[in-house]
C-alpha cells in the first residue's frame, strides 16, 4: 500500500485489487489456480492479453514487453493518473523507508548491471509472464487496470539516513502494520538478523539534493516531481517483533516473597518504634505481597501442589498479619480440598494445623473439638509426629485459655509423655513433663509442690544423656524449680537453686544453638520406618524433616537475652529475702530492665506480630521489675523512688490485668505512706480489690489479684485505726471476711501478715490477752520461717507495744532492745523511729535517762526524716 493512501478509501480498494498480485516467476515456481478459458476454436477465441505487471526499470529487465509499446504507454497513463491521486491527500514517508525515491533514478540506464543481493539465481533471468485469468462472468462492472508491482530493493532499506524532523504543527507519520504478500517478513533495519546485503552507492548528485534532517519523517506537500515509488504494489511496513511472553507467575512469587522477608526483617524495629510512617512501609509490603499471592490463586496455571502450598502461605501470613479470618478459613478450606484430592498428607496436616489457629481464634469450644478428631485421625493413621504436633496445639490453647491446670489440659499433657515414652523419644518427654509441671504451679493446690517435683525427677532421669539435651530445657528445669522454691518460701534453698542457675547461664553465654531472641527449639523425633511422607520441606514451621532417620518437632521458647531478664528479677526477689543489702534487690531489679530495653533483633525475621508479642513480654516484664522496685522502695519509706517506679509504668501502659491490679496497689501503698489516707482507703474500696465470701479467686481474675485484695482489706484495717477514719461497723465486716480466708491460706506470708494485723488493731470489743499472744506467737513463727525481716521487726515492736507497755523488768527492756534491732536491719525509717521511741519509754521506766533521753532524740531524728521523705 503506498504511504500517502494508508488511510485513504482509495488505497484500501486499490489494496483489495492488488493483495493476490505476485511476482511473475514467483507464479512459475508456485504457480496459483487460474480460471480455464472457453472453449472456442480457433485463434479467434482467446481472450485479449492482459498486461503483464511490469519489473523495474533495470538494463538487466529492459524491454519486458514483447506485445510492442502499447502496453508500455497504458502503464505510463497509469502512474500519471495515480501520481495525480496522490497530490491529492497528504502523503507521509515511513521511517522504514526513511531515503525513498523513485526508482527511476536510483537505477538511471547507464547504470551497471548488477543483481539483487537478496535474490537466488532463479530471479536473475526474466521468464514470460503468464496471463491473467478472464474476469469472472457475472461480474457486470469492469474491474480497473492492474497496476504492475513494484520491488524495493533491499538493499537500499539498509541506507541508515536519519529521517527529515516534523513542523511542529504536522501530526506524528503513522500508518497501520500488515505483513506483505510479496515476502515473509521484511524486518526494520535495527531489527534485522539476517546477513545485510551489499548496499548500492547512490549516485552522489542525489546524495547532494537529500535534506540533512533529523527526527520523525517529514511531510512532503510541495515536491510535483516526486513520483510514488510504489504506486502500483500493495506493501506496507514489516511487523515489528512483539515482546516476548513472559510467565508472570513466577514472578508474582518471588515479588511476594521479597515483601514479606523486607517486612520481617524491620519487624523488631517496628514493634519497639511504632512509628506511623514505619507502620504505614510495613503494612504497604504486607499487602503487595498478599495480593501478588492472591493473583496467583486467581489464575489458572497452578499446579495442584503447589496451589496447596500457596493456599497455606497464604493464609498463614493473613492470620499473622491481618484479622481476616473468614477469608483465611476460606483459603484453606481450598488447599485442604486440594490436598485430599491429591493425597498430599504433609501439606494436609499443616493446612488442618493452621485451620485450628484460626478457628480457636474465632471459637474456642469448636476449636476444642475439632483438634480432638484431627488427634484421632493420626492415632488410627499412625503418623505419631502429628500426634504430637496437635497435642502440644492442645496444650498451648489451654495455656492461653487460662484452663492449663484442669484434668483435661494435664491429661493431655501426660498422653503426650506415655507416647514419647514407649517411642523412646526423650526430647517430647521432657518437654510434656517441664509443661505438666507448669500447670501444676499455677494451681497451688495441696500437693502441688509434690507433683512439681515429681515432673523434675522424671527429668532429671534423663539429664545424662547428651543427645537430648539442649540449653533451653536445661534452663527451663532449673527456673521450674527456682519458682517453685520462692512459692514453698524457702529462700536459703531458693538462693542455692539460684546459684545454679546462673552458673548453667555462663555456661551458655557464648551457645551457638541458642539465639539471643525468639528462640526455637529442636525435639528429635524417631521416624517410622515405610512410612509416608508426613513431614516435607513445606511443613518446616512446624515439623522439620532431619537426618539418619530422625524428624524435629519446633517449639518457640525463651532466647537468650530473655532468659537473663527473667534470672535477674528472680534473683532480686531471692536477694529481697536475705536483706544483708537492702539496695541489691533494687540494682537486680533495674539490670533487668536495662537488659531488656537494650535488646537486639534477632537473627531470624520475624511477622510483626509475633515482634509485638515479644515486644510486649518484655515491657510486661519491665514493668513489673518497676512495681517490685517500688515495693520495696515502700518497705524503706523512699516515697520518691515509688513516685518515679509509678511514673516509669504508667508511661509504658502494660495489658496486663495482673499488672494493672499491682500497679494501683502501689498506687494505693504510695498514698497511705504519704499521710493521703482518703484516697488511699478510696483506692482500697475498688471494685478490683473487691473480695467474694469465700474466698475464691475472681473469675477473670488470678490467684495474686485475690492475695492483693486481701492485702488491701487489711491496710483498710490500720488506716481504721486513725480516730478520723474509725467505723467500728465496718471493721468487724471486715474482720468476720477475712477470718475464714486468711487462717487456712496456703500462703505462709498471706497467715502471717493478718496475725500481725489482729494483734496490732483494737476493736470493740477488745480481743482477749490470750487472743493476742496466740496472733503475736503466730506472727513471729510465720515470720522466722518465711526469713522475713520486716515481718520480724514487725512482729517484734507490736508484741512490745501490747504485752510490754509501761511494764518494769528485765524482759520488756530485752523485747525493746530486740524490736529496735530489728528494725535497723529492715532499714524502714519509719519502724526505727517508732522502736526508738519504745526504747527509749523502756529505758526511762528502768531508770536509765541518759540512755532514755539519747534514743528519744534518735527516734525524733528518725521520724523527722520518716516525714521529709513523704513531701514528694
Known amino acids: 500500500m503506498p504511504p500517502g493512501e494508508a488511510y485513504g478509501t482509495q488505497g484500501q480498494q486499490q489494496h483489495q485489487q492488488h493483495q493476490f498480485q505476485v511476482h511473475p516467476q514467483a507464479r512459475q515456481l508456485h504457480p496459483q489456480p487460474q480460471h480455464l478459458p472457453p472453449l472456442h476454436s480457433g485463434p479467434q477465441a482467446q481472450a485479449p492479453p492482459q498486461p503483464p505487471p511490469s519489473l523495474l526499470t533495470h538494463p538487466q529487465f529492459a524491454n519486458q514487453y514483447p506485445n510492442g509499446t502499447q502496453p508500455y504507454q497504458q502503464h505510463q497513463q497509469h502512474q500519471q493518473h495515480h501520481q495525480h491521486q496522490h497530490q491529492q491527500h497528504v502523503q507521509y514517508i515511513h521511517s522504514a523507508?526513511?531515503?525513498?525515491?523513485?526508482?527511476?533514478?536510483?537505477?538511471?540506464?547507464?547504470?551497471?548491471?548488477?543483481?539483487y543481493p537478496n535474490y537466488n539465481g532463479a530471479f536473475h533471468q526474466p521468464t514470460p509472464a503468464p496471463h491473467p485469468p478472464p474476469l469472472p462472468q457475472h461480474t457486470h462492472t469492469p474491474a480497473p487496470m492492474p497496476v504492475p508491482a513494484q520491488f524495493v530493493n533491499p538493499s537500499y532499506l539498509q541506507q541508515q539516513a536519519p529521517a527529515p524532523r516534523p513542523p511542529n504543527n504536522a501530526p506524528p507519520a503513522s500508518q497501520p502494520q500488515s505483513t506483505s504478500m510479496m515476502s515473509p517478513q521484511l524486518p526494520r533495519p535495527a531489527q534485522s538478523t539476517t546477513p545485510k546485503p551489499m548496499p548500492v552507492k547512490p549516485s552522489p548528485k542525489l546524495e547532494e539534493k537529500r535534506p540533512p534532517s533529523r527526527g520523525t519523517p517529514k511531510l512532503l506537500t510541495k515536491d510535483p516531481r516526486r513520483p510514488s515509488s510504489s504506486a502500483g504494489v500493495t506493501k506496507s511496513p514489516a511487523t515489528?517483533?512483539?515482546?516476548?511472553?513472559?510467565?508472570?507467575?513466577?514472578?508474582?512469587?518471588?515479588?511476594?516473597?521479597?515483601?514479606?522477608?523486607?517486612?520481617?526483617?524491620?519487624?523488631?524495629?517496628?514493634?519497639?518504634?511504632?512509628?506511623?510512617?514505619?507502620?504505614?512501609?510495613?503494612?504497604?509490603?504486607?499487602?503487595?505481597?498478599?495480593?501478588?499471592?492472591?493473583?496467583?490463586?486467581?489464575?489458572?496455571?497452578?499446579?495442584?501442589?503447589?496451589?496447596?502450598?500457596?493456599?497455606?502461605?497464604?493464609?498463614?501470613?493473613?492470620?499473622?498479619?491481618?484479622?481476616?479470618?473468614?477469608?483465611?478459613?476460606?483459603?484453606?478450606?481450598?488447599?485442604?480440598?486440594?490436598?485430599?484430592?491429591?493425597?498430599?498428607?504433609?501439606?494436609?496436616?499443616?493446612?488442618?494445623?493452621?485451620?485450628?489457629?484460626?478457628?480457636?481464634?474465632?471459637?474456642?469450644?469448636?476449636?476444642?473439638?475439632?483438634?480432638?478428631?484431627?488427634?484421632?485421625?493420626?492415632?488410627?493413621?499412625?503418623?505419631?509426629?502429628?500426634?504430637?504436633?496437635?497435642?502440644?496445639?492442645?496444650?498451648?490453647?489451654?495455656?492461653?485459655?487460662?484452663?492449663?491446670?484442669?484434668?483435661?489440659?494435664?491429661?493431655?499433657?501426660?498422653?503426650?509423655?506415655?507416647?514419647?515414652?514407649?517411642?523412646?523419644?526423650?526430647?517430647i518427654f521432657v518437654v510434656a513433663m517441664l509443661l505438666e509441671g507448669l500447670a501444676h504451679l499455677s494451681t497451688m493446690k495441696d500437693d502441688w509442690a509434690t507433683r512439681v517435683q515429681m515432673c523434675i525427677a522424671q527429668i532429671s532421669k534423663l539429664q545424662l544423656d547428651e543427645t537430648i539435651r539442649t540449653p533451653q530445657t536445661d534452663v527451663l528445669v532449673l527456673l521450674l524449680d527456682l519458682a517453685c522454691s520462692l512459692h514453698q518460701k524457702t529462700h536459703q534453698i531458693s538462693a542455692q537453686k539460684l546459684s545454679a542457675l546462673q552458673r548453667r547461664l555462663e555456661e551458655l553465654k557464648q551457645a551457638p544453638d541458642w539465639s539471643s531472641q525468639y528462640g526455637e527449639m529442636l525435639l528429635p523425633i524417631n521416624r517410622m520406618q515405610n512410612a509416608q511422607q508426613i513431614v516435607s520441606i513445606d511443613t518446616r514451621a512446624v515439623l522439620r524433616p532431619g537426618n539418619d532417620g530422625v524428624d524435629y518437632l519446633v517449639i518457640s521458647t525463651l532466647g537468650k537475652q530473655e532468659a537473663?531478664?527473667?534470672?535477674?528479677?528472680?534473683?532480686?526477689?531471692?536477694?529481697?529475702?536475705?536483706?544483708?543489702?537492702?539496695?541489691?534487690?533494687?540494682?537486680?531489679?533495674?539490670?533487668?530492665?536495662?537488659?531488656?530495653?537494650?535488646?537486639?533483633?534477632g537473627p531470624s525475621p520475624q511477622s510483626l506480630p509475633e515482634a509485638l508479642k515479644q515486644a510486649e513480654w518484655a515491657t510486661e516484664l519491665s514493668c513489673y521489675a518497676h512495681l517490685l522496685t517500688g515495693l520495696q522502695a515502700s518497705t524503706l519509706s523512699d516515697w520518691a523512688k515509688v513516685k518515679t517506679c509509678l511514673m516509669a509504668v504508667e508511661q509504658q501502659k502494660p495489658k496486663s490485668e495482673f499488672l494493672a491490679v499491682l500497679t494501683l496497689y502501689l498506687e494505693g501503698v504510695f498514698h497511705q505512706g504519704t499521710a493521703a489516707l482518703d484516697k488511699a482507703t478510696e483506692i482500697w474500696k475498688d471494685q478490683q480489690f473487691k473480695l467474694?465470701?469465700?474466698?475464691?479467686?475472681?473469675?477473670?481474675?488470678?490467684?495474686?489479684?485475690?492475695?492483693?485484695?486481701?492485702?488491701?482489706?487489711?491496710?483498710?484495717?490500720?488506716?481504721?485505726?486513725?480516730?478520723?477514719?474509725?467505723?467500728?461497723?465496718?471493721?468487724?465486716?471486715?474482720?468476720?471476711?477475712?477470718?475464714?480466708?486468711?487462717?487456712?491460706?496456703?500462703?505462709?506470708?498471706?497467715?502471717?501478715?493478718?496475725?500481725?494485723?489482729?494483734?496490732?488493731?483494737?476493736?470493740?470489743?477488745?480481743?482477749?490477752?490470750?487472743?493476742?499472744?496466740?496472733?503475736?506467737?503466730?506472727?513471729?513463727?510465720?515470720?522466722?520461717?518465711?526469713?522475713?525481716?520486716?515481718?520480724?521487726?514487725?512482729?517484734?515492736?507490736?508484741?512490745?507495744?501490747?504485752?510490754?507497755?509501761?511494764?518494769?523488768?528485765?524482759?520488756?527492756?530485752?523485747?525493746?532492745?530486740?524490736?529496735?534491732?530489728?528494725?535497723?536491719?529492715?532499714?524502714?525509717?519509719?519502724?526505727?523511729?517508732?522502736?526508738?521511741?519504745?526504747?527509749?519509754?523502756?529505758?526511762?521506766?528502768?531508770?536509765?535517762?541518759?540512755?532514755?533521753?539519747?534514743?528519744?532524740?534518735?527516734?525524733?531524728?528518725?521520724?523527722?526524716?520518716?516525714?521529709?521523705?513523704?513531701?514528694?
Not at 523507508?97 to 543483481?115: E, G, I, K, T, V
Not at 509501761?806 to 529492715?826: F, T, W
Not at 528502768?846 to 527516734?859: F, I, V, Y
Open 97 to 115: 523507508y526513511p531515503q525513498q525515491r523513485p526508482p527511476a533514478q536510483f537505477y538511471p540506464n547507464n547504470a551497471p548491471q548488477q543483481p
Open 564 to 601: 537473663w531478664a527473667l534470672a535477674y528479677v528472680l534473683n532480686g526477689i531471692v536477694a529481697h529475702y536475705k536483706a544483708t543489702t537492702p539496695g541489691r534487690s533494687s540494682g537486680m531489679w533495674g539490670e533487668a530492665v536495662r537488659l531488656l530495653e537494650d535488646s537486639k533483633p
Open 692 to 872: 467474694d465470701w469465700n474466698g475464691a479467686p475472681k473469675p477473670s481474675g488470678s490467684r495474686i489479684v485475690t492475695e492483693l485484695s486481701i492485702l488491701a482489706a487489711l491496710n483498710r484495717l490500720w488506716i481504721m485505726q486513725d480516730p478520723v477514719q474509725a467505723d467500728e461497723a465496718q471493721m468487724a465486716e471486715l474482720v468476720d471476711l477475712l477470718r475464714p480466708i486468711c487462717e487456712d491460706n496456703p500462703d505462709q506470708e498471706i497467715r502471717t501478715v493478718y496475725n500481725l494485723v489482729l494483734s496490732s488493731i483494737r476493736m470493740n470489743p477488745p480481743p482477749s490477752i490470750n487472743q493476742v499472744k496466740r496472733h503475736i506467737q503466730q506472727s513471729l513463727s510465720g515470720s522466722q520461717q518465711t526469713s522475713n525481716t520486716q515481718y520480724l521487726a514487725m512482729a517484734l515492736n507490736i508484741m512490745r507495744a501490747r504485752l510490754f507497755e509501761n511494764v518494769v523488768g528485765e524482759q520488756a527492756l530485752k523485747s525493746a532492745r530486740a524490736g529496735s534491732a530489728q528494725a535497723r536491719k529492715s532499714g524502714n525509717v519509719l519502724w526505727m523511729s517508732v522502736a526508738e521511741g519504745m526504747l527509749a519509754q523502756s529505758y526511762e521506766m528502768q531508770g536509765a535517762l541518759a540512755e532514755a533521753r539519747a534514743a528519744h532524740e534518735t527516734g525524733v531524728r528518725l521520724a523527722n526524716e520518716a516525714f521529709a521523705k513523704t513531701q514528694v
Open 240 to 427: 515489528p517483533h512483539g515482546p516476548a511472553h513472559v510467565e508472570t507467575l513466577p514472578l508474582l512469587l518471588c515479588v511476594a516473597e521479597d515483601c514479606f522477608e523486607k517486612a520481617n526483617a524491620a519487624a523488631h524495629k517496628v514493634a519497639k518504634t511504632m512509628g506511623a510512617s514505619e507502620v504505614a512501609e510495613h503494612h504497604r509490603l504486607v499487602a503487595t505481597g498478599l495480593g501478588c499471592l492472591d493473583v496467583a490463586l486467581k489464575s489458572n496455571k497452578l499446579w495442584p501442589r503447589l496451589e496447596a502450598r500457596l493456599c497455606l502461605r497464604y493464609t498463614s501470613v493473613l492470620i499473622e498479619e491481618t484479622t481476616n479470618i473468614t477469608e483465611a478459613e476460606t483459603a484453606l478450606t481450598r488447599g485442604i480440598s486440594v490436598c485430599e484430592k491429591h493425597r498430599f498428607l504433609d501439606l494436609k496436616y499443616s493446612s488442618q494445623f493452621l485451620l485450628m489457629k484460626t478457628l480457636f481464634q474465632r471459637n474456642q469450644k469448636a476449636a476444642f473439638k475439632s483438634i480432638e478428631s484431627h488427634i484421632a485421625d493420626c492415632t488410627t493413621y499412625k503418623h505419631i509426629p502429628w500426634i504430637y504436633a496437635f497435642r502440644f496445639l492442645k496444650a498451648a490453647f489451654h495455656l492461653q485459655s487460662g484452663t492449663a491446670a484442669d484434668n483435661n489440659a494435664i491429661e493431655n499433657l501426660r498422653k503426650i509423655a506415655g507416647i514419647a515414652n514407649q517411642r523412646n523419644d526423650k526430647g
